[in-house]
């Protein structure tokens, strides 16, 4: 079973940059698929980012193309978000997630972290 943790959140102005971080407890991270999510209260869960087993790009959401990269170090067992140009509308709490299918779909993953809140205020 993969463990999940993810770190970086917190309190960013509108235009401000932050970058997240999700580690991984084992070395078969280099096996799974991930994706990061986000989830703004009263909203469902949606996909920010995919990222194959290897490193390549399969999905950014059009609301954050050209403004985030999703990325990992396999050998470190880590996930990567880098979000720049941030706006209000980015305040949710973000989760990584590793299945073993490159999906959007929250349902095709198997493991969660607990997430880490980012609230940009303007």
């Known amino acids: ?63 954050v193309k050209g403004r985030f990269t999703v990325s990992r170090d396999n050998a470190k067992n880590v996930l990567y978000l880098q979000m720049n140009s941030l706006k209000v509308e980015d305040t949710a709490g973000y989760y990584c997630a590793a299945s073993r299918l490159i999906s959007i779909n929250p349902k095709d993953y198997q493991y969660w972290g607990q997430g880490t809140q980012v609230t940009v205020s303007s």
């Open 1 to 63: 079973q993969v463990q999940l943790v993810e770190s970086g959140g917190g309190p960013v102005q509108a235009g401000g940059s932050l970058r997240l971080s999700c580690a991984a407890s084992e070395d078969t991270f280099s096996r799974y698929h991930m994706g990061w999510f986000r989830q703004a209260p009263g909203k469902e869960r949606e996909s920010v980012a995919t990222i194959t087993s290897i490193g390549a790009i399969a999905y950014y959401a059009d609301s």
